[in-house]
């Protein structure tokens, strides 16, 4: 029994040996490096050329630079331009200037006269006076629409042409000038009846009372639409409470 035990632990003591040399002759088979001593390297060193530090150069600057720059800058300035840049202008010419000339006396300018009046013109009026002397014979309300001058038109003078009536005349002349104007016509007889002016009608201060007209100072016995009108005529409307009367033209139709 125990010789068997020997015989056992001898093989198994040899296959470890066996082992050992398999893989003992691969591990650790480094190649070993040489040892540099400290002084082989310091000899390395010292055999070394040495790099010797030199500052670097400086730039050498020409003694006559600083002379010469200005004389370069005013040899630039003056250097001509070259034809086509934009810069090149040529030189205009100037006309000549003429030394001023003298100034002859002249006569001393007489003010224009005034233009005489046109002779295609008559002068017209629209009077509501004696209205305002019987303030107390109007209509209700008939009293505020009366100016207090008396007048819906003054004398102004105003243009005509050739064969106007004094109908006519006074119809464009109220509505030039916004004037209330109220008629009837009877173009079979040839005449014309006006009711009212500016809002001011027959029979509103009276039963005598109404509109007249007369020219140059007369009171024409026909109607306003038969009167042709004249140059330098002068037309007056009035207005009268006593058929005429009162405004020195009795008997006498408008």
């Known amino acids: 029994m125990n010789k068997k035990k020997w015989i056992i632990g001898g093989s198994l003591l040899a296959v470890l040996l066996l082992l050992a040399v398999c893989f003992g002759g691969n591990h650790g088979e480094f190649?070993?490096?040489?040892?540099?001593?400290?002084?082989?390297?310091?000899?390395?060193v010292e055999q070394q050329p040495k790099e010797e530090l030199l500052p670097p150069a400086e730039e050498k600057v020409p003694e006559n630079s600083s002379e010469e720059l200005p004389a370069l800058q005013e040899k630039e300035a003056k250097a001509p331009e070259k034809e086509g840049s934009p810069s090149a202008e040529k030189p205009v010419a100037k006309p000549p200037v003429k030394p001023p000339e003298k100034e002859e006396a002249r006569p001393p300018v007489r003010p224009a006269s005034p233009a005489p009046p046109s002779a295609s013109v008559c002068t017209i009026s629209i009077s509501c006076a004696t209205a305002l002397n019987h303030l107390d014979q109007c209509k209700p309300g008939v009293a505020s629409i009366l100016p207090s001058s008396g007048w819906f038109l003054p004398a102004t003078q105003v243009d005509i042409t050739p064969g106007e009536s004094v109908l006519e005349v006074l119809r464009r002349v109220c509505r030039e000038r916004n004037i209330h104007l109220e008629y009837t016509e009877t173009p079979a007889y040839g005449n014309a009846y006006i009711e009212g002016i500016g809002n001011l009608y027959?029979?509103?201060?009276?039963?005598?009372?109404?509109?007249?007209?007369q020219v140059n100072g007369k009171f024409p016995n026909y109607g306003c639409s038969s009167y042709s009108v004249q140059?330098?005529?002068?037309?007056?409307?009035?207005?009268?409470?006593?058929?005429?009367?009162?405004?020195?033209?009795?008997n006498a139709a408008s």
């Open 31 to 44: 190649p070993e490096e040489p040892l540099v001593s400290a002084q082989s390297q310091q000899s390395q």
């Open 202 to 213: 027959e029979f509103d201060v009276g039963e005598l009372s109404g509109w007249m007209y």
């Open 231 to 250: 140059a330098g005529d002068v037309i007056c409307w009035v207005y009268t409470c006593d058929q005429g009367a009162d405004v020195g033209g009795s």
